[in-house]
């Protein structure tokens, strides 16, 4: 028998949402409606586009390894320092180095809620250390006070979502700086930040960028989401200098791809376009919340660009069944809160669809 590794064995694949060309094969179908992997309706930025295309004329030349401008680009446009910056393939690739630097085995620990993103939990999996979830509250957000207390001496890393996916619940300024102060100086706290820009406009929103001078809290962000680069696969983030210099070490060479770093560039500077983004989110998020309402379903209170709601029966033959009628959603069945479905706010025709699809799957149900 090969040694693979018993907590290696132990651990189940990610599970992403459908491909629209599977479900195509599968059910022969020719118009799909993709709301699964809060992916951003109006495509990438056409700065970014424009950008690509330029860089792509030089894809036989390795990138930058530093991605120096990349990263003097982010530090430029969220005004911290340089060495502050993280970037990485993808932010699942910065969780996964966080585990790499701070936890060595079953002697360490790290806290997550339940549900939140699973890669948290593969961090922790991958370097076989201790993997504690503490469930959300009642409306669910993030149980900030019952994290803090199962805060134990083996603890390392303590995630918060911020929005949570799947929930889009929001953690509170307030609260948060509760939270930091119980929590012992030497536990890394990182803030996940994937769907930042859809919650920046509430006046009590913590961000990372406000607590990076404690010297123990990263903030994660993606170009994924509201900049529309799901396909190039970039992260970043802001950590104190030395985790940064930390990362640099652990990280694979060459770990985000030339362009990569120059769509993000481009991106970053194209403010009108997370202007429309935003504005086009909040309209779906209405509309996705009386569509969920008049069919008897709960919707929770979203701050990111999707959103999830309390069908009242199981999830899993409602998004079949939706499934059959082109329409990709996220079954709340892999999500851990098998009652609920999760549906990104697409476009205004994708919305009109999805709610006719809702309507009729909900009257036979």
């Not at 599970?15 to 179908?29: D, H, I, N, W």
């Not at 957000?141 to 996916?165: C, E, F, K, Y």
């Not at 100086?185 to 960028?209: K, Q």
């Not at 069945?333 to 919305?351: D, F, K, M, Q, W």
Request: aromatic share 8%.
């Amino acid at each position: 028998m090969l040694p693979i590794r018993s907590n290696i064995k132990a651990m189940r694949p990610y599970s992403p949402g459908k491909p629209v060309e599977e479900v195509q094969r599968e059910l022969g179908l020719t118009e799909i409606v993709k709301l699964a992997s809060n992916e951003n309706p109006l495509g990438p930025s056409p700065m970014a586009i424009k950008a690509v295309q330029e860089a792509a004329l030089g894809m036989n030349v390795y990138p930058d390894a530093s991605a120096f401008k990349l990263k003097q680009a982010i530090a430029a446009k969220f005004n911290v320092q340089a060495d502050q910056v993280l970037v990485g393939n993808g932010s699942d690739e910065l969780i996964h180095l966080l585990g790499l630097i701070f936890l060595n085995g079953p002697e360490d620990e790290i806290i997550v809620g339940d549900p939140s993103f699973v890669r948290y939990d593969a961090s922790a999996q991958i370097a076989a250390a201790k993997l504690t979830k503490i469930p959300l509250d009642a409306t669910l957000t993030h149980d900030l006070a019952a994290m803090a207390d199962a805060v134990t001496p083996a603890t390392r890393m303590i995630w918060v979502a911020n929005p949570n996916n799947p929930t889009g619940t929001l953690v509170r300024r307030a609260e948060f700086e509760r939270f930091l102060a119980r929590v012992p100086e030497d536990i890394v706290i990182v803030l996940d930040e994937a769907y930042a820009e859809f919650a920046a406009t509430e006046a009590d929103y913590p961000s990372s960028l406000d607590y990076l001078d404690t010297g123990r809290v990263v903030g994660l962000r993606t170009f994924s989401k509201a900049y529309g680069l799901a396909g190039l696969r970039v992260g970043y983030g802001f950590a104190p200098a030395v985790i940064v210099d930390a990362i640099d070490r652990a990280r694979e060479p060459f770990n985000v791809n030339a362009l990569a770093q120059a769509g993000a560039i481009a991106a970053l500077q194209d403010d009108d376009f997370i202007r429309r983004t935003i504005a086009m989110n909040a309209k779906g998020r209405d509309r996705l919340w009386d569509a969920f309402l008049s069919v008897g379903a709960k919707p929770v209170e979203t701050y990111a660009n999707f959103i999830c709601a309390d069908m009242g029966v199981p999830a899993e033959p409602l998004f079949e069944a939706l499934l059959r009628e082109g329409i990709i959603v996220r079954s709340g069945h892999v999500l851990g809160l098998p009652t609920y479905l999760r549906v990104s706010i697409g476009n205004s025709a994708e919305i009109d669809k999805f709610i006719v699809a809702l309507t009729g799957v909900c009257a036979q149900v």
